[in-house]
């Protein structure tokens, strides 16, 4: 059974880098699409993007600028890094696995982290 | 490509039958997935393609829709099903998911 589990500081300052990882444990990484996604308070769920196991990544435009994602095979990791954060990147975030990019398999978000609170805040 | 889910809440009784809208701001073909999510459990697709139901997800769930305009109904709610519901689309990057429908029993 394939699970993630998010990492990281749960209190960021304004204008600093929110850095985040995702461990995964009980799978392969290859043919996967190891996707981060938000919550802000009270509204609906952002995807922020995705990485794969040959370092392709593709981020939501809206967060391009600010983002990076990076992948730690041999840590069995993935991580996030958004950088000059205000308080509207403050959200739970989680990471998640989407099973492939192409017929029933995509927006097949299989597995998904706990979820992890970040607060922007001085 | 912006997702619009209504109603945002809805209150309702065990053996209701429910509907859940999701609107594109574009045509979509059927590349709109629903998903169940419940406290302390990860989110579960229950809809694919539109209409095609998930293997074990009961047949009192369907699908319909395309292009722009899609449906998640329940024809007759169980005690299990009270929980917040979420489109996706997936035709385009970047992905974009509805609001979020939080159903409550009644």
């Known amino acids: 059974q394939v699970q993630l589990q998010e990492s990281g500081p749960g209190l960021v300052k304004p204008s600093e880098t929110l850095s985040l990882t995702c461990t995964v444990s009980?799978?392969?990484?290859?043919?996967?699409?190891w996707t981060w996604i938000r919550q802000p308070p009270g509204k609906g769920l952002e995807w922020i993007g995705y990485?794969?196991?040959?370092?392709?990544?593709n981020y939501n435009p809206s967060l391009q600028s600010r983002v990076t994602f990076s992948f730690t095979t041999s840590k069995n990791q993935f991580s996030l890094e958004l950088s000059s954060v205000t308080a509207a990147d403050t959200g739970v975030y989680y990471c998640a696995r989407e099973r492939g990019y192409s017929g029933y398999e995509a927006g097949l978000f299989d597995f998904w982290g706990p979820g992890m609170m970040v607060t922007v805040s001085s | 490509i912006q997702m619009t889910q209504s109603p945002s809440s809805l209150s309702a009784s065990v053996g209701d039958r429910v509907t859940i809208t999701c609107r594109a701001s574009q045509g979509i073909r059927d590349d709109l997935v629903w998903y169940q999510s419940k406290p302390g459990k990860a989110p579960k697709r229950l809809i694919y393609d539109a209409s095609s139901l998930e293997s074990g997800v009961p047949s009192r769930f369907s699908g319909s829709g395309s292009v722009t305009e899609f449906t998640l109904t329940i024809s007759s709610l169980q005690p299990e099903d009270f929980a917040t519901y979420f489109c996706l689309q997936h035709n385009g990057y970047p992905y974009t998911f509805g609001q979020g429908t939080k159903l409550e029993i009644k």
């Open positions: 990485i794969t196991d040959g370092d392709r990544t």
């Open positions: 009980g799978g392969s990484f290859s043919r996967h699409y």
